[in-house]
DNA sequence: GCATTGACGAAGG
DNA sequence: CCCTTCGCCAATG
């Protein structure tokens, strides 16, 4: 597959999936103006109790290709608990916002309404 | 190699 | 909702 400077990235020249590719597999494919949770995600790839994994998968959004739109991911509150890793911190406000998604202190509105659940959105597996 | 730290979450209070 | 404890596991010191 693709090459990656391996400085922060738990090596993923494998040929099969890491857990962590599959992170961003499931978060390329939410819609926009929709979100989903982190515990959401590790649901869908079977190690719900690993939703952690799944935000510090999160922590290689930024630079992995194709881009992964991780401010689509919120806590299982809705809040926007990864703003601190953008940059500026209010990129991920913006962002939503920009797709139709209402937020407030940093809290997304009627996550409930947009929250968007892969395992019933893509099928179960 | 142990200890601490997380973009988390469920359960119990 | 807040707080604590526990489970989770890669990364970091």
């Given amino acids: 597959m693709r090459k990656i400077k391996n400085q922060q990235l738990p090596v993923v020249n494998?040929?099969?999936?890491?857990?962590?590719?599959?992170?961003?597999e499931v978060a390329r494919h939410i819609p926009k103006g929709r979100v989903t949770s982190y515990g959401a995600i590790a649901n869908y790839l079977g190690?719900?109790?690993s939703a952690r994994m799944v935000g510090w998968a999160?922590?290689?959004a930024h630079w992995?290709?194709?881009k992964v739109p991780a401010h689509r991911v919120v806590n299982?509150?809705?809040?926007?608990?990864?703003k601190h890793h953008f940059?500026?911190?209010g990129m991920m406000?913006?962002?939503?916002?920009?797709?139709?998604?209402?937020?407030?202190?940093?809290?997304v509105v009627d996550f409930k309404k947009l929250f968007w659940d892969p395992a019933e959105e893509l099928g179960f597996k």
């Fill in 14 to 24: 494998k040929e099969e999936p890491s857990f962590f590719e599959n992170v961003w």
């Fill in 47 to 49: 190690t719900k109790s």
């Fill in 58 to 60: 999160m922590n290689g």
């Fill in 64 to 66: 992995v290709k194709p």
């Fill in 76 to 82: 299982r509150l809705g809040i926007l608990s990864g």
């Fill in 87 to 89: 940059s500026p911190p």
């Fill in 93 to 107: 406000e913006k962002l939503l916002k920009k797709e139709g998604v209402k937020v407030k202190n940093d809290q």
